[in-house]
């Protein structure tokens, strides 16, 4: 399903560079950034995101829905609209934010953002103020990259996508608990099998109830809901990269029954498997094409 804008934006500007043809495409990169000034009654909304983009709020407040999980996000927090879900975002309580947008692409992307432990992340507050220095310093790079265009550019964009989301990865492991890192570094290491909530609840030390409780407070999620989506973002490298078939796929992923993972597949991403595997190749061939 091709997506659907609805928006009601504030003050916007922006700052864009489309790759030619014959140019060879980074594996991530930084195509457009954004700066924004919003009051009351300002949103966006896209039903589904065929996009990636890292949002710091500089000033303000924002509402943040994803899927169906909704976020305050306060001056200084980052905010992470990500493919293939629903998304809508507007002016919070304060009536005011400004914020800064990158959007993030490459034929890597993908494998990225599950490298770096943020691919089934929707917020991440940047508590340290070292961290929120150089986040904004990268942001601030993009911007002026874009705007001059000097000699190299696309090789700075290429590096600043790549620190923003090896910083936003430290970031995101930094503002958990010990028990949640636990769990969520067993999720990591055990994507290719099918876990219970008992075995994750038992890494982080504690009974499933109360796990599950300190885990939604912590990622406003539940860990089950949070490993299927590790698990598909997992699976979005093993469909663009391997030569394995869908019913190979679903089984190194370690579910039983193909036509489940199918279904959970699509359900996170909006996409079928094959649909997805059919579109990462084509961009893959093409950037080949194009060096």
Not at 211 to 237: C, D, Q, V, W, Y
Request: hydrophobic residues 40%; aromatic residues 10%; proline residues 6%.
């Amino acid at each position: 399903m091709p997506p659907i804008y609805r928006d009601n934006k504030g003050k916007e500007t922006y700052r864009w560079y489309h790759f030619p043809d014959d140019e060879p495409c980074p594996p991530v990169f930084v195509p457009i950034t954004v700066r924004a000034t919003w009051t009351a009654g300002n949103f966006f909304e896209r039903i589904p995101s065929s996009e990636f983009w890292v949002e710091l709020v500089t000033a303000g407040d924002m509402t943040f829905v994803q899927d169906t999980t909704e976020y305050l996000v306060r001056a200084g927090e980052i905010f992470l609209p990500r493919k293939g879900c629903v998304h809508r975002f507007s002016t919070g309580p304060s009536g005011f934010a400004a914020k800064r947008s990158v959007r993030i692409d490459g034929p890597m992307l993908d494998e990225t953002l599950s490298c770096v432990g943020i691919g089934a992340c929707d917020h991440i507050p940047l508590r340290d103020a070292e961290d929120r220095a150089a986040v904004l310093r990268l942001f601030k790079s993009c911007d002026r990259l874009l705007e001059r265009k000097p000699p190299g550019f696309t090789i700075g964009l290429a590096m600043n996508a790549m620190g923003l989301l090896v910083k936003l990865g430290e970031a995101a492991a930094q503002r958990f608990t010990a028990p949640i890192n636990r769990a969520l570094h067993f999720m990591r290491q055990n994507l290719d099998r099918q876990l219970t909530d008992r075995e994750i609840a038992a890494v982080g030390g504690f009974s499933v109830t109360h796990f599950h409780r300190l885990f939604k407070a912590a990622i406003n999620t539940s860990p089950m809901r949070h490993f299927l989506k590790m698990k598909t973002e997992h699976a979005k490298g093993i469909l663009a990269l391997s030569s394995l078939s869908m019913k190979e796929a679903a089984y190194a992923l370690g579910y039983e029954e193909p036509a489940y993972f199918s279904e959970v597949f699509k359900r996170i991403t909006g996409v079928s498997p094959l649909a997805f595997r059919n579109e990462q190749r084509k961009r893959i061939s093409n950037v080949k094409n194009r060096a």
